[in-house]
Nanobody
Framework: QVQLVESGGGVVQAGASLRLSCVAS????????MAWFRQAPGKEREFVAA????????YYLDSLEGRFTISRDHAKTTMYLQMNSLNAEDTAVYYC????????????????WGQGTQVTVSS
């Protein structure tokens, strides 16, 4: 049984930073590819970033690279998303996702999902 729990969302002003966390209840955390997605009201779920099992490689939505950083801590079975210079377009529910076999930008590739954490950026 895989459970993912996100936290760290909130209401911030434009230009601020937030760090999201995703705690994974997975016995073999290091076997799973991990990713962050987001979904704004009325829009489809959008890929944000993904990280390989070892944490050695990461991938980002092109428009976010440089502002967002994904990382993982195997000892804490936790994945993070550091978000800097937030703007109103970053307002969304942020979800973490995990899969044992695939990594990529499609939500359908991930078997396990958290419940999401709301990020609201006021301008």
């Amino acid at each position: 049984q895989v459970q993912l729990v996100e936290s760290g969302g909130g209401v911030v002003q434009a230009g601020a930073s937030l760090r999201l966390s995703c705690v994974a209840s997975i016995r073999t955390f290091s076997d799973y590819y991990m990713a962050w997605f987001r979904q704004a009201p009325g829009k489809e779920r959008e890929f944000v970033a993904a990280i390989t099992t070892s944490g050695g490689s990461s991938y980002y939505l092109d428009s976010l690279e440089g502002r967002f950083t994904i990382s993982r801590d195997h000892a804490k079975t936790t994945m993070y998303l550091q978000m800097n210079s937030l703007n109103a377009e970053d307002t969304a529910v942020y979800y973490c996702a995990a899969d044992k076999n695939r990594i990529g930008p499609s939500p359908s590739w991930y078997d396990y999902w958290g419940q999401g954490t709301q990020v609201t950026v006021s301008s």
